[in-house]
Structures are given as structure tokens and as C-alpha cells.
């Protein structure tokens, strides 16, 4: 797991640093500067949002970097019995899992997701997602910013 989420550190990394290099000929753009957030900084140990079933860590990653952003970038890993509780969103949504099992549910349909799968959920759907199985449940959130 942690191989995997280096490797996506990595290569989002490589990517804005390729993309900091403008061409030849053309000029930098008014973006702001690129953010690199090491996990362990934003490591929260907390109860999970939406009815505070369980215990969990959070990974607030996004939230180092400075506004105006777009775009919301977490990680969470669920202990043994612990849920993210149904709720509704005001955007679209993707559950990406990097280890252990778990159920999500959109609108009262359930679906089993383990290491790998992912659930894009959409905007006014009734959401939420718990850990099965005998081992913590590690999902990457990522939704858009609420304006």
C-alpha cells in the first residue's frame, strides 16, 4: 500500500514538476507554486465524518495547499468496524481503495469494493462507505471544492 500511494506521490510530483518547466518560447504561468505534502504531516487520528461510527485516521492532504484550489485530496483509513456514515454530497465523488475490503452504498445500493476498485458517486446521491473484513479499510477521497 504504501509502495502504491509513493508511486502516486511520484508521479503526480513528476508531473507538476515537468509541467513547472515551461516550453521554449513560451512564458510561466500565473499559477500558483507547485505544494508536495508528505502524508505523515496531516495525519489525524479522529472518529469518521457523518455519524462518527468507529475510529479512523485521516489524511487531509489537500489542506496545505493554499486557496483558491479546485479540488479535494484525502485519504482515510477505517479501523476494523468503523464507517463513514451515509450522507448527502453536492458534487461528485471518487472512493478509490488501497487496501482492505469494504461496502459503499449510493442511494440504497450497496456494492463491495476491495484493493483497487474504485466508486464514483454522484451529486445529490445519499453516500457513504464501511470497512469489512479483518483488516483497516485505506480509501483515497477526491471531490471538487464547494463553492
Do not use: K
Request: one cysteine or more; hydrophobic letters at 45%.
Amino acid at each position: 500500500m504504501r509502495f502504491l500511494l509513493a508511486s502516486l506521490v511520484a508521479a503526480i510530483t513528476s508531473a507538476c514538476a515537468a509541467s513547472a518547466t515551461p516550453p521554449p518560447g513560451t512564458t510561466a504561468s500565473a499559477a500558483p507554486p507547485m505544494v508536495v505534502v508528505n502524508e505523515r504531516d496531516v495525519m489525524v487520528r479522529e472518529a469518521p465524518p457523518h455519524g462518527a461510527i468507529g475510529m479512523s485516521t485521516a489524511y487531509r492532504i489537500s489542506d496545505v495547499a493554499p486557496q483558491p484550489r479546485t479540488m479535494e485530496f484525502r485519504r482515510r483509513v477505517l479501523d476494523v468496524g468503523a464507517a463513514v456514515g451515509e450522507h448527502p454530497i453536492s458534487h461528485d465523488e471518487v472512493y478509490y481503495v488501497t487496501s482492505g475490503t469494504g461496502v459503499v452504498v449510493s442511494d440504497g445500493v450497496e456494492a463491495e469494493l476491495s484493493a483497487g476498485m474504485a466508486a464514483y458517486l454522484y451529486e445529490n446521491a445519499v453516500v457513504g462507505i464501511r470497512q469489512t473484513g479483518d483488516e483497516p479499510l485505506s480509501i483515497i477521497i477526491a471531490y471538487p471544492v464547494s463553492r
